[in-house]
């Protein structure tokens, strides 16, 4: 005899629990893959900031500080003994036209200063002997060891102009080692900040460089420059060349770039509040698309079920009547569980990495220069470089103002792509240097299509610019086996030769 069992709970009732039981997996899944989700969210956006901010260090503040460093080298390279007490004792000579051109090159050089080994001086502006003492000034420095090395100063207030700024200088030494001098050259911090102004900060962030004592250098408010840093344990916690950490006192993650030379910090500051809101943000459709899914699990199990039990109970109708039921419900198809994990992927990169591209001119950038210049010399590739610097920009800024600059800087972008063609490249280097490689290209040939480019800037229009013309003097080479650096270096002396010869002229070795 069958002997069949009772349990307390019905064939429904199990149904139900097993459905339920089979969502525990599913729920444990998806809170596992949201906190690895989250988790990634979060690395991708700090990793993100950390290249950002090395972006913004490498491309602009590194490019004034070559810059400066060019300067004063030329500088110093010029000035022998005799230079430097003509300087001094007549105010004249080639020496003090070299001071000159160079504070009209560059907008940050507020002052530049020589003294001989008497501890006499000359500057430009001028500067008193009896306003001040050489020694006692930040960037009297005897380089005992002779190691010839550019230093950097603290930032202190300047006596001319009041502003903070801050000093390099270099000493100088004779052929035998013997110290004949001394070149200075003052830099103006606000003016150098003004570059941090046209970075565009995400989430309410915070710019700042700073000098390793704590005090900010460049900030786009120029009332903090000069200013600590609200946390100078900041400067205990850097432990790479470019990292983050968070700082609990300020409720802050800082993002930093430390500089190889001279010894300053970039850091970046962004509120916690604003960073957690925003990687949520990008979890919301992660979260709608769990809650939907489960959703949906449960109403697909609950008809299933529904519908195994109609098939169940039919079948049985219609064993116990004995007859053959021509039409039997059959459960119709589960529908998927999950008809795709998620819709959307959160944003993997916030903030995009620095572009290939300059954004005013549409030109490729000096990182994008440096990568394709080291592929064609690997590649042993012929090619001739032009490197072009517009004429008396300063002024142009000056006198027209920096959205008149700007408009020069497009325009000749834009005509260096008609002389360029389509299988050359146009870079944009820095501030108003425009640099354009020929590949396979004959010297001649390409050194004449950098006329035509500069006669045509040369005879432009510009209207609402009463009395403005534009100009460019530029240094021309082939490339004969040199190193990038030698690249640079040869083309870069090609176009002081331009400059120095009365602008608005390419100079090339033949």
């Known amino acids: ?38 988790n990634s969210t979060e690395q991708n956006v700090h990793n993100t900031f950390t290249l950002l901010i090395q972006n913004i260090a490498t491309q602009s503040i590194n490019q004034q500080l070559t810059d400066i460093k060019s300067n004063i080298i030329t500088l110093s390279n010029f000035a022998d003994a005799k230079d430097i007490d003509n300087f001094i004792n007549n105010n004249s000579g ?31 502006p001028f500067i008193s002997q009896q306003e001040i003492q050489p020694s006692t000034r930040p960037w009297f420095k005897i380089d005992s060891n002779k190691n010839n090395l550019i230093t950097f100063t603290e930032p202190y207030i300047d006596i001319l102009n009041k502003k903070p700024s801050i000093s390099v200088s270099k000493n100088l ?87 190889p030379e001279p010894n300053w910090v970039m850091f970046l500051t962004v509120p916690e509040q604003e960073l957690q809101l925003l990687i949520n943000n990008n979890l919301h459709s992660f979260i709608i698309i769990g809650i939907i899914s489960l959703m949906l699990y449960i109403a697909v ?19 116990k009547n004995g007859r053959k039921q021509e039409h039997i419900s059959q459960p119709n198809e589960f529908a998927s569980i999950y008809n795709e994990i998620y819709k959307q992927h959160q944003e993997k990169d916030i903030a995009t990495q620095a572009a290939k591209e300059d954004e005013l001119t549409g030109l490729y950038n000096r990182r994008a220069f440096n990568y394709y210049l080291n592929s064609l010399i690997d590649s042993n590739t012929n090619f001739s470089i032009s490197m072009i610097d517009i004429d008396n ?30 299988n050359n490249l146009l870079f944009r280097y820095g501030g108003e ?22 006669e045509e800037v040369q005879s432009l229009t510009w209207p609402g610019c009463e009395g403005l013309q534009v100009t460019f003097s530029g240094g021309f080479l082939i490339w004969t086996g040199q190193t990038a650096n030698e690249v640079l270096t040869q083309v870069d002396k090609f176009l002081y030769k331009a400059k120095s010869s009365g602008k608005n002229n390419i100079t090339s070795p033949h």
């Open 301 to 319: 199990s609950m008809l299933w079920n529904a519908n195994f039990q109609r098939m169940m109970s039919e079948l049985l109708s219609s064993i």
């Open 433 to 454: 240097e425009i640099i354009i490689i020929f590949v396979n290209s004959r010297f001649n040939e390409a050194l004449q299509r950098v006329n035509e480019w500069r």
């Open 173 to 259: 030494y004779d052929s035998n080692g013997k110290s004949y001098g001394l070149v200075s050259m003052g830099l103006d911090l606000h003016d150098m900040s003004q570059i941090l102004e046209q970075v565009k900060v995400p989430l309410s962030g915070d710019l700042y460089i700073v000098h390793k004592d704590g005090h900010i250098i460049m900030n786009p408010n120029n009332l903090l420059i000069n200013s600590e840093i609200s946390n100078l344990e900041w400067l205990k916690k850097i432990n790479n060349q470019h990292n983050y950490f968070y700082d609990n006192q300020t409720k802050t993650y800082v993002y930093y770039y430390v500089f």
């Open 1 to 38: 005899m069958l002997y069949i069992k009772k349990t307390r709970w019905s064939f429904k009732k199990q149904s139900y629990i097993a459905i339920m039981l089979l969502v525990i997996p599913m729920l444990v899944t998806n809170v596992w893959f949201y906190l690895y989700v989250k």
């Open 94 to 124: 080639e020496l003090k036209k070299l001071i000159s051109y160079t504070l009209n090159s560059s907008r940050f050089f507020s002052n530049i200063l020589f003294m001989n080994s008497e501890e006499k001086f000359n500057s430009i």
């Open 393 to 422: 920009f300063k002024a142009i800024n000056d006198k027209y103002g920096h959205t008149v600059g700007d408009l020069v800087l497009q325009k000749i972008s834009h005509l260096g792509f008609k002389y360029a063609g389509s």
